[in-house]
């Protein structure tokens, strides 16, 4: 066990829809990142957030849009959801933002669009 | 920006046999190296991370990377092999002289491991 939780575990939707995924790091870390795990893309960097603000992004949709709170859980948000969008998405948190920090990473929550 | 290729895409092992994993990666300055493991059904792990220092680097479960600045390379290794090392395998950089800290991953190794 990371330390690091999301919810829900599964998610099964419809095309066009929108849904929320949750990340709470582990205690202590600052930094999330969001991930995707497709199997055609492979393992892709989303978003990154640090204390509350946005530090960098990656291939994130313009669909897709993210947020870390004051309590440090974050939110990653699926809009207009296409089939393409059906993967697996982990959360993993970091202590600092400095150069020798290691990621932690959640159990995922795999998306699935109908 | 940085990429990392994992040249072996399945491999397939007797127990007892030894591991060796490649690990090449394309980026023009320093960097952290990551070698994260993925069971089946599960969220991954890090085996084991080189930051700098000896490039022989031990991680958990018997496991090391060696560190080959010249050839870019972060291959990992296991002397012998059990069927629970049977996994998905990652490999992963992110460059110290930017801020960026998100990890770019390789496409992975897919371990089977037969008893």
């Known amino acids: 066990d990371s330390g690091v939780t999301q919810t829900p575990k599964h998610l099964i939707t419809a095309t066009g829809q929108r849904v929320t995924l949750r990340c709470s790091p582990r205690?202590?870390?600052?930094?999330v990142y969001w991930y995707q795990q497709s199997l055609d893309q492979g393992l892709q960097f989303l978003i990154q957030?640090?204390?509350?603000?946005?530090?960098a992004k990656g291939n994130i949709l313009e669909r897709f849009s993210a947020q870390q709170f004051p309590d440090l859980h974050s939110e990653l948000n699926l809009s207009s959801l296409e089939l393409g969008d059906s993967a697996l998405y982990f959360c993993?948190?970091?202590?600092?933002?400095?150069?020798?920090?290691?990621?932690?990473f959640g159990p995922g929550t795999r998306l699935t669009v109908l | 920006a940085q990429s990392v290729s994992q040249h072996n895409h399945h491999v397939i092992l007797s127990e007892a046999a030894s591991l060796e994993l490649g690990c090449n990666y394309s980026?023009?300055?320093?960097?952290?190296l990551f070698w994260y493991v993925q069971y089946p059904g599960q969220h991954l792990q890090l085996l084991l991370k080189?930051?700098?220092?000896?490039?022989l680097v031990k991680g958990i479960k018997g496991f090391e990377a060696e560190f080959i600045k010249s050839k870019f390379s972060f291959n990992l290794r296991k002397p012998s092999v059990q069927w629970s090392d049977t996994a998905e395998y990652f490999c992963?950089?992110?460059?110290?002289?930017?801020?960026?800290?998100?990890?770019?991953f390789g496409s992975g190794t897919r371990l089977q491991v037969q008893p």
């Open positions: 205690s202590g870390d600052l930094s």
């Open positions: 080189y930051f700098s220092g000896d490039p």
């Open positions: 993993a948190s970091s202590r600092f933002v400095g150069s020798n920090n290691e990621q932690f």
């Open positions: 957030y640090y204390n509350g603000e946005e530090r």
């Open positions: 992963a950089v992110n460059p110290r002289d930017t801020g960026r800290r998100a990890l770019t």
């Open positions: 980026y023009g300055g320093t960097v952290n």
